[in-house]
T-cell receptor, first 112, second 114 residues
Framework: GNSVTQMEGPVTLSEEAFLTINCTYT??????LFWYVQYPGEGLQLLLK?????DKGSNKGFEATYRKETTSFHLEKGSVQVSDSAVYFC???????????FGTGTRLLVSP | DADVTQTPRNRITKTGKRIMLECSQT?????MYWYRQDPGLGLRLIYY???????NKGEISDGYSVSRQAQAKFSLSLESAIPNQTALYFC?????????????FGPGTRLTVT
């Protein structure tokens, strides 16, 4: 079946530190991959996406590259800000299905 | 105004009561979804609807029912609430456009069953 595995949190960083949140997936076929972000008290928002192998999604300084050979879609940011504190969800949508499969989420806490 | 709205935002109810959570959208999307979020479990799909006449069970539909009253409205009901249905509930919509079918989420309803 389809599944997404994320690193457990919380991830605690100081402002301007480098961020990596790991995400690996299991899927048949050629899934599309997503990162969603949930700020406190809000719903999920799409942060970035990649729809085929070797694509790089990017937004707001965040990047993730679709690596088919390692079935991974790690989220990175070169310099985090306090305002990046949130829960980050990795997700996939498999070919032919209109449903998302989510990871368990990783909480990021950035201190000044 | 928000594109996807949910009412109520917070609700406390007692075991055995019937409760309805409502979702409305102004995005003009055909596809709508209900998820629940539990700590450590991420989001799990309860029901989804690809148009007004098409409703499907998700991975955890037991104890829930839905109604798609119009393209813009999708309601989730708990016929007889139980404490393990305490969770954060999200409605989402998606476009019909390949390849990403991006989903747009409402702000959530926090439900507590005592």
């Amino acid at each position: 079946g389809n599944s997404v595995t994320q690193m457990e949190g919380p991830v605690t960083l100081s402002e301007e530190a480098f961020l990596t949140i790991n995400c690996t997936y299991t899927a048949t076929g050629y899934p599309s991959l997503f990162w969603y972000v949930q700020y406190p008290g809000e719903g999920l928002q799409l942060l970035l996406k990649a729809t085929k192998a070797d694509d790089k999604g990017s937004n707001k300084g965040f990047e993730a590259t679709y690596r088919k050979e390692t079935t991974s879609f790690h989220l990175e940011k070169g310099s985090v800000q306090v305002s990046d504190s949130a829960v980050y969800f990795c997700a996939l949508r498999n070919t032919g299905f209109q449903k998302l499969v989510f990871g368990t989420g990783t909480r990021l806490l950035v201190s000044p | 105004d928000a594109d996807v709205t949910q009412t109520p935002r917070n609700r406390i109810t007692k075991t055995g009561k019937r409760i309805m959570l409502e979702c409305s959208q102004t995005k003009g999307h055909d596809r709508m979804y209900w998820y629940r979020q539990d700590p450590g479990l991420g989001l799990r799909l309860i029901y989804y609807s690809f148009d007004v006449k098409d409703i499907n069970k998700g991975e955890i539909s037991d104890g829930y029912s839905v109604s798609r009253q119009a393209q813009a409205k999708f309601s989730l009901s708990l016929e007889s609430a139980i404490p393990n249905q305490t969770a954060l509930y999200f409605c989402a919509t998606s476009e019909n456009a390949a390849p990403s079918y991006e989903q747009y989420f409402g702000p959530g309803t926090r439900l507590t069953v005592t």
